[in-house]
Structures are given as C-alpha cells and as structure tokens.
T-cell receptor
C-alpha cells in the first residue's frame, strides 16, 4: 500500500516557540492531506483539510493562526504550531489521499510535548 | 450515539487465543479502515476495505455493508499484538473520516 511518513516522530519544545511537523507521501501524489489531533485516551479529531496549492479548510474550533498548514506540493504538507503552549501537547497525525478519494493513508503520527 | 462504535473497549487475552474486535457504524460509507496504535502512539494502517474480507498474516478483516458491521480477527495472538485497535470509516463525501474510540488489547504471555 501507499506510504505516508511524518517527521519528526516526537518533539519537545518550550512554551512560546514554534514547531513544524512534516507529512510526506512517499510513493504517490497526495491531492488532499488531512491533519488530526489526538488527546489522551480519546479518538482522533480532524483539525483541517488541505488541498495542494490551496488554503487549508479548518474544522470549527481550530485556530488557523495557531496551526498553520501548508500544502505546497503533491507530496508534502506541513503543520506549524505557533507560539506553542503546554495545552498544545498532543499526538498529531496526518493522512493523505491520491486519485481515489476514499483511499486514505495514515502517517505514523508525531508526539508533541510543550514544556 | 457515536457514528462508529467499537466493542469491546478493553480486551485481555492469553497468548495464542483467537481475538475478535467489532466495529458498527451508522452512516453510509465508502471505505472502512482498521488502524493499530502502539503504546508509543505510532499509527499503523492494517486494512482498508469496502467489501468482503482481507487477510494479512495473522490478521483478518471482514465487512458486511448491509449490516454496517466490520470485524477484525487476530489468530494465534501474541504479546506484540498488544495495542489499541481503531476502526475508522470514510463517509460524507468520502473524504470525511470518523474514528471509533478504539479497543485496547492486551495479550498476556
């Protein structure tokens, strides 16, 4: 199956700094990428949907100025958590779709800890 | 009521046992995913299916579209199978994914 990678797999940063998470489709062109967040012992929740070359569509309650999403190419989307706070500590997962819109491939996730 | 329900929420099994995890959903779907999440958090896609049955090693996934139900089976379970198993469905214009709350499996040696 298609492969989606994320980098880094875990990151620790200090409050007030920004951190960038990358999501790459390794062997297919991802027309759409999705970013999810998982709080402890809860389901994954969709944060935003990004299409290559377009602005991301954010879910209700997600601050677009805090969680900056860029999908500049068909193989790379980035999520930047700006001015991170400890409550931003979470597990962030991306997924990607290619030609068939229902075939979503999930990345392994990135654990962010803000101290 | 959640759109995707999994059962059981927690499952403890002895090594070697046959394990079944169930997923029921209430919406029309285009595909169903089974994901595995290890204690460190990493997600692994196990299966994506829209009909019938798929098998990979000791894992088998089935789906019944009419009954809106899917099962994940693990044969000859092993402690390394201990993880959270998550069912997710594509619905609502196909790209929207709704996740179940997961089934935490512990396999004891």
């Amino acid at each position: 199956g298609a492969v989606v990678s994320q980098h880094p797999s875990w990151v620790i940063c200090k409050s007030g700094t920004s951190v960038k998470i990358e999501c790459r489709s390794l062997d297919f062109q991802a027309t759409t990428m999705f970013w999810y967040r998982q709080f402890p012992k809860q389901s994954l929740m969709l944060m935003a949907t990004s299409n290559e070359g377009s602005k991301a569509t954010y879910e209700q309650g997600v601050e677009k100025d805090k969680f900056l999403i860029n999908h500049a190419s068909l193989t790379l989307s980035t999520l930047t958590v700006t001015s991170a706070h400890p409550e931003d500590s979470s597990f962030y997962i991306c997924s990607a779709t290619g030609g068939n819109s229902y075939e979503q491939y999930f990345g392994p996730g990135t654990r962010l800890t803000v101290t | 009521k959640n759109e995707v329900e999994q059962s059981p929420q927690n499952l403890t099994a002895q090594e070697g046992e046959f394990i079944t995890i169930n997923c029921s959903y209430s919406v029309g779907i285009s595909a169903l995913h089974w994901l595995q999440q290890h204690p460190g958090g990493g997600i692994v896609s196990l299966f994506m299916l829209s009909s019938g049955k798929k098998k990979h090693g000791r894992l088998i996934a089935t789906i019944n579209i009419q009954e809106k139900h899917s099962s994940l089976h693990i044969t000859a379970s092993h402690p390394r199978d201990s993880a959270v198993y998550i069912c997710a469905v594509n619905s609502g214009g196909y790209q929207k994914v709704t996740f179940g709350t997961g089934t935490k499996l512990q396999v004891i040696p």
